[in-house]
């Protein structure tokens, strides 16, 4: 039969039977995976003292995901208490005692009452709604604003009298024609669903990209101003009707697609920063983008702060006076996994700082400590270092902030520290009284907020005396599941002197006929005593460059896999990210050499050192053409790529192929063009290889939805138990 409906596999051996996902109390199951609540960035008031967490839940009952808001207290150890997104939506602070929560185009205030010391006891109900939420006003309707941050917040005065003087703005994102008009976006996409015909039309590159086909609609910056009032109900926000175009006159685009999102602009009081790819290049065969500055209503020229030769760049922020703007930057245009060096901006003497030119690892998220020390700011980074995402500081020294100070003939930047040694980070915001906030998550467990306290200073970096966990995501559903928190193993690596990482995650039920299984720090004591061989599933991450890191996933976690009773090596050979960028850069055009060996090495490393396992069963169609280019080495057409395409072309060996393959693919990957699984099928299949197809037509390059993504575990396990379960044959 040419389609399998799941039920029965369409390969089957001689005398097997109907598989079943293992799922127990203490098993952690791919439908407790996907049924998990699944918490995003939380993002704290502007007193610091209450954080909000947005979480979504799927339900395999209803087939719905349920979308609440979490408010938590951060000075007081009390259960946060949930505000439900019947309808979605997104929600943001206004002030530090409302909410805004944007929904099909509607905002509504929610007004809340907090004291941390006249709740206490009564922990259920620590923020009470004095009044019901109101209506703030509407955005023009089909025009999907989103990507929302707010500045000018207002204080809490003492008395009514007292006057509000700042100046209150909200910048957001929209998808809208050329005309750049909200108004028009409704009929205009009423308009083209109802043009008659199905043609797409291009002179230019990109056609598609991720996994849909361009259109004229592109994301733009607005801006628009919120009022607030003194009234008898104790103030009431209403939203203003003039939209400004802050992007007019321009070809700038932002947030960058496929990804990008609130990181890739930031707002102070007068001005807004933002990163977009350089409209004088093609963005298929470039990865260049450029940093402007624009006034919060637009109305002038953008001025770009980068020089216009460099790569990608992310993640622009202001310091909390607005002097100072920082981005992350590639030198390399073309290359999306150069390493992101820190970029310090002046922009009251227009000099321009690379911050950590000497510091060999690649720069994600970035966030000015908010200390009031205006002299000698300190900036935190997250970044990849040896399979965790850290966190790190260092301080700006006084030849770059001082106009007194003169700069050294060959000025010194001090080495960014970790703060964090374990799990992956991401979300920092620095508090005004000095403390810092974050998400964490682990291979244990999803995100949660943590909170960094007790900060001191010395040696040109800041240090908390105290880290605490704020929330508790995930605790429930995992309570009695033992997931493993990974152990390291090193290895030599192809390259001579190099030591490559990897990671090893041992079964469920491992530990339950004598031996030690993980303690908290993922550290082991000994094997198991009675030699029990366990299956083993040896984890490839893709990318290339990318890496196993210390960190939850609902796509490919390594405890799901151990769960269901498999013995999990995962390993970080050449390319991989976060082990310094010669390490990355290593992999290009040489991608079945040295990360191919570092593969086998680690694999014959596992299998010394860890005798529990069982081994007796063991570039024209991409969209983002600059991927094909820099790793092969040019166009496709030329010399060198065609050189190292062939010599790693898969193709060259199909009629060695002979290992059962499951082939998974989206009907939407861009990056990847189906026909490539397709072909890679037909090519098994007529040579009577054991394999099987799982197309997914409304998925692209990750299988994202969660009752798909339940069926991609299941036919992998199923297909797994066929030929390397305990009982394959």
Do not use: C
């Amino acid at each position: 039969m040419a389609l399998s409906d799941g039920t029965k596999p369409a390969i089957q051996r001689a005398g097997s039977t109907q598989f079943e996902l293992k799922s127990s109390a203490d098993v952690l199951s791919p439908k407790d995976l996907l049924s998990m609540p699944r918490p995003g960035q939380g993002v704290a008031n502007p007193d610091g003292d209450l954080i909000i967490v947005p979480v979504s839940q799927y339900s395999f009952e209803t087939k719905k995901t349920n979308k609440t808001i979490y408010i938590s207290p951060l000075d007081s150890t009390v259960s946060p208490i949930e505000f439900p997104l019947i309808n979605g939506g997104e929600a943001f602070w206004l002030d530090s005692r409302t909410l805004a929560h944007v929904v099909n185009e509607n905002v509504f205030a929610v007004t809340l009452d907090y004291n941390a010391t006249a709740f206490a006891s009564d922990s259920s109900s620590f923020v009470r709604l004095p009044r019901a939420p109101y209506f703030v006003g509407s955005f023009p309707a089909g025009s999907g604003p989103t990507n929302f941050k707010f500045t000018g917040s207002k204080k809490v005065h003492a008395s009514p009298d007292q006057k509000d003087d700042l100046q209150h703005i909200l910048v957001f994102s929209a998808n809208v024609y050329p005309d750049y008009d909200l108004n028009t976006v409704k009929e205009q996409d009423e308009k083209w669903e109802n043009r008659g015909n199905s043609a797409l039309v291009y002179d230019e590159l990109f056609v598609r990209h991720w996994d849909r086909y361009v259109s004229d609609k592109k994301s733009r910056l607005f801006s628009v101003e919120l009022n607030w009032k003194n009234d008898d109900l104790g103030g009431t926000w209403t939203l203003g009707t003039d939209y400004f175009k802050v992007l007019e006159h321009t070809e700038h685009y932002t947030p960058v697609e496929p990804f990008g999102g609130t990181d890739d602009f930031d707002v102070s009081r007068e001005h807004i920063v933002y990163t977009a790819k350089d409209p004088s290049v093609s963005g298929a065969t470039h990865t260049r983008q450029n940093v402007y500055v624009v006034p919060l209503k637009g109305g002038l020229v953008p001025r770009e702060l980068t020089t216009g030769h460099q790569g990608a760049t992310h993640s622009p922020v202001f310091s909390p006076d607005g002097r100072w703007v920082s981005w992350a930057e590639m030198a390399q245009d073309g290359y999306e996994s150069d390493r992101a060096v820190l970029v310090l901006y002046d922009l009251k003497t227009n000099k321009r700082w690379y911050l950590t030119q000497d510091w060999d690892r690649s720069v994600q998220s970035i966030e000015f400590a908010n200390d009031g020390d205006d002299s000698n700011p300190t900036i935190f980074v997250t970044a990849s270092e040896h399979a965790y995402v850290k966190v790190f500081s260092f301080t700006i020294p006084d030849f770059v902030t001082s106009e007194t100070v003169s700069k050294p003939k060959q000025p010194k930047f001090p080495t960014p520290r970790a703060i964090t040694h374990s799990g992956s980070v991401h979300g920092l915001q620095a508090l005004h009284n000095g403390k810092l906030v974050f998400g964490r998550s682990s291979y244990a467990g999803p995100n949660n907020v943590y909170l960094a306290s007790g900060v001191s200073k010395a040696d040109g970096h800041v240090d908390f005396t105290r880290v605490e966990r704020i929330t508790q995501f995930g605790v429930t559903e995992l309570k009695g599941k033992s997931l493993d928190h990974g152990e390291q193993f090193w290895f030599k690596g192809a390259e001579k002197g190099r030591d490559v990482q990897g990671w090893v995650f041992k079964p469920h039920g491992y530990g339950s006929s004598g031996d030690v299984a993980n303690d908290a720090e993922g550290t082991s004591k000994k094997h198991d005593k009675k030699e029990k061989k366990w299956p083993a599933v040896f984890l490839i991450h893709g990318g290339p460059q990318g890496a196993w890191e210390d960190g939850w996933s609902t796509r490919w976690n390594p405890n799901v896999f151990a769960q269901q009773g498999y013995f999990v090596i995962a390993v970080n050979p050449t390319g991989s990210t976060g082990f310094g960028q010669d390490f990355t850069d290593a992999i290009t055009k040489d991608w079945g050499g040295k990360p191919f060996v570092d593969l086998l090495h680690g694999w014959k490393y596992a299998l010394k050192h860890y005798p529990i396992f069982d081994t007796r069963n063991g570039g024209y169609t991409t969209d983002e053409l600059y991927f094909w280019d820099h790793d092969f080495g040019g166009l496709p057409w030329s010399k060198k790529a065609k050189e190292t395409g062939e010599k790693f072309n898969p193709s060259q060996h199909v009629d060695k192929w002979s290992t059962p393959q499951l082939i998974v693919h989206g009907g939407k990957d861009y990056r990847l063009a189906e026909t490539e699984g397709l072909a890679a099928f037909n090519a098994l299949q007529q040579r009577g290889v054991p394999s099987r197809l799982v197309l997914f037509p409304d998925e692209n390059h990750w299988v994202l939805k969660p009752a798909n993504s339940y069926k991609w575990h299941y036919e992998v396990f199923r297909w797994f138990d066929q030929f390397v379960g305990e009982d394959a044959e």
